[in-house]
């Protein structure tokens, strides 16, 4: 009880109230407790001018107005507590403290709660529900505790840009209109099927993973993830040795018996395991979330979001195809801010954009808007269907909030596909 008098105390005050009374986990109270933080709302809200709940005037309307049905005996029960509460203060400091152990009191007999009807025979996935809670308790704990401000010195954010630190593209066409990626960002890379968006995603992840120590520092421990859910992951593993090493299947198998392969690539992209093929086929977004957990993310790529099983729910409360999507790749947007990674998600470009040098941006499988509103930049892989070109793809930008000052949104490029090695490549200049 002793901590819900110090609640009480800390509450008694209206603007202490007003900020935090709503986020108390009143599961986690007292009935004597729950009916009156109750009436302090009531109170503040009959007497606007009130700043802090004294006992008199409020015992008054509570015994009067507010609970005139209560017995002599009750009366005195509620007095000996308020009694306690509004004469004596409690050290503002306990805030924090005080909430944080309530959202534990309330998951506690969520927990037991759940643990019950498992045990009863109810039809509970217990891994899920669990699950569940936990990440409710770390999102009460980060909104109700923590108080979400930013207080980063301005300096320090104009760093990143003053440095242009990040992890940079491989094409210099996007180096040339768009900041290198950072923490946060959420990049969609769509093209046609079979032209090319795994050898573009390869080529390009590679050469960003030997950036990490750049970056992030020295034994950051971060990993390069690639989150296939299309074809089978074997392939992607040594699409990614061609792309580091520019190397053709028949050099890698002779770098192979050679005994240098390993010790090439790791020197190549920064460690041998640093880029991680993680087969996620069937899985549902809180499990390719769980390997996100486990295995700390310095840049991921999602292969493709619109395959991974959604668990939770549209914004809109819609259940088409399009309003789905939107949900899903808002979620892919949180992972990055939740993570501090970069995200690159790939998606398919519809019909309407076959043969098309640059498609545009409604084109997009599926979503005229809901995959486009999640991007902060959408790089189209564009692909012509005349023989004469097909060695050759178009870098495309619809979308490019991380635009550098003075450039234009998109490089509007023609680029070398060089399928042998597993790179997108800038032509050759010519003098």
Known sequence: ????????????????????AKAVPTAALEAKSVVILGDYGKFFTEFPDQQRIELEPFMLWFGTFAHPTLTAE???????????????????SLEAGIMERLVAAETA???????????????IDLYVSLRDEIERFEQNTNRKVRVPWIN??????????????????????????????????????????????TTGISSEITYMANQFDAYYGPDNGRYVLWMNNEGPGRRIVQRTYQSALNATMAELI???????????YADAVGGVDRIRIMDVHDFWNYEVEDIMRRCPPGL????????????????????RTDQLL?????????????????????????????????????????????KQGAADA?????????????????????????????????PQAEVMFDGERGRLLMPVETA
């Not at 009750?74 to 203060?89: C, H």
Request: proline share 4%.
């Open 1 to 20: 009880m002793s901590i819900e008098v110090t609640l009480l105390q800390l509450l008694k005050y209206r603007e202490r109230y007003e900020r935090l």
């Open 74 to 92: 009750q009366l005195g029960l509620y007095r000996a507590l308020l009694g306690r509460v509004l004469n004596e203060d409690c050290d503002p």
């Open 109 to 123: 007999n969520r927990v037991t709660s759940l643990i019950e009807k498992y045990n009863n025979g109810d039809e």
């Open 152 to 197: 980063e010195d301005i300096d320090s954010i104009l760093l990143d840009d003053k440095d242009d630190r990040g992890l940079h593209w491989r094409l210099d066409c996007l180096n040339t209109v768009m900041r290198p990626l950072r923490g946060g960002d959420f990049i969609v890379f769509a093209g046609r099927p079979d032209k090319g968006k």
């Open 254 to 264: 002779r770098m192979s018996n050679n005994g240098t392969l390993k010790d090439k």
């Open 300 to 319: 991921v790529v999602m292969d493709m979001v619109d395959n991974i099983k959604f668990g939770g729910q549209a914004l809109n409360g819609g259940q």
């Open 326 to 370: 939107e949900a899903q790749y808002q979620w892919a947007r949180l992972m990055a801010v939740k993570y501090d990674t970069p995200i690159i998600a790939t998606s398919q470009i519809s019909a309407d954009g076959d043969g098309m040098q640059f498609p545009t941006l409604p084109m997009l499988k599926d979503s005229k808007t809901g």
């Open 378 to 410: 959408i790089i189209t892989l564009g692909a012509s269907n005349d023989p004469f070109y097909a060695s050759s793809r178009w870098i495309g930008m619809t979308k490019n909030k991380l635009r550098r000052q003075g450039a234009p949104q998109s």
